[in-house]
């Protein structure tokens, strides 16, 4: 194999690996996406096997941070009507990606991210969504959630149960912001409990409800 120095990789390397994510980032769901698999995973594994592994997760690291900057700021600009269903669609446009991503960079993963940090690529990468644009929203998106279960036909079942599971893969602990609501899509999260006391967790919600609307957000 010929030596790949450090400005090989950032000329000719990279950017192939660059333009890819990018394309896999953004593509919707049934897209066809032009790009050579083969190809992309080659480059990772002789860039592995030249030492560049470190700055080749550096860049991913980065790449797909900058990408979710800018998807929580769109995010922000979302009328409240929008926002929920936008949510939806940047959730699922991302874990869609990571089923792509993440095998494109198997080798990786295997002879760096496992053996050198001792952590795996793709909680990385959930890690990142979660930070960048799940805990900057959540404040926002819980009354809406609230409030669109108690409005018949306001989102789809399958949209709320998307965002829902999708928030308890993120931060299991969330379940506590809304026992309720999440128990009806997550089997087993609650305590057996009693009917008096399943009325006790949807009053809870409805008092988070209000308390998140009156501490800064407003419909």
């Known amino acids: 194999m010929n030596v790949i120095t450090i400005e090989d990789y950032k000329s000719t390397y990279w950017p192939k690996l660059d333009s890819a994510i990018d394309q896999l980032l953004t593509q919707s769901p049934g897209d066809y996406i032009p790009i050579s698999y083969e190809q992309i995973y080659s480059c990772v594994y002789k860039c592995v096997c030249q030492q560049h ?23 922000q600009a979302s009328p409240p009507d929008l926002y929920i269903e936008r949510f939806n669609v940047a959730l699922g446009q991302y874990m869609g990606a990571l089923q792509s991503i993440v095998p494109l960079f198997i080798y990786m993963n295997k002879f760096y991210i496992e053996t050198k940090l001792n952590r ?28 669109a279960q108690s409005t018949p036909f306001q989102i789809t079942p399958s949209t709320m149960a998307n965002i829902v599971k999708g928030l308890y893969t993120l931060r299991p602990e969330w379940v506590q912001m809304a026992p309720a609501l999440f128990s009806k899509f997550i089997p087993n999260i609650l305590p057996p409990a009693v009917e008096s006391e399943l009325q006790e967790y949807a009053a809870q919600d409805q008092k988070l409800q209000r308390e998140l609307i009156q501490n800064g957000f407003t419909r």
Do not use: C, G, W
Request: cysteine-free; charged content about 35%; aromatic content about 6%.
């Open 120 to 147: 795996d690529l793709k909680d990385d990468l959930i890690k990142l969504f979660t930070e960048h644009v799940a805990e900057k929203h959540i404040y926002n998106l819980m009354p809406l959630l609230l409030e």
């Open 53 to 75: 592994s470190e700055q080749m997760y550096s860049d991913l690291i980065k790449k797909i941070t900058n990408h979710l900057e800018r998807v929580s700021k769109e995010l």
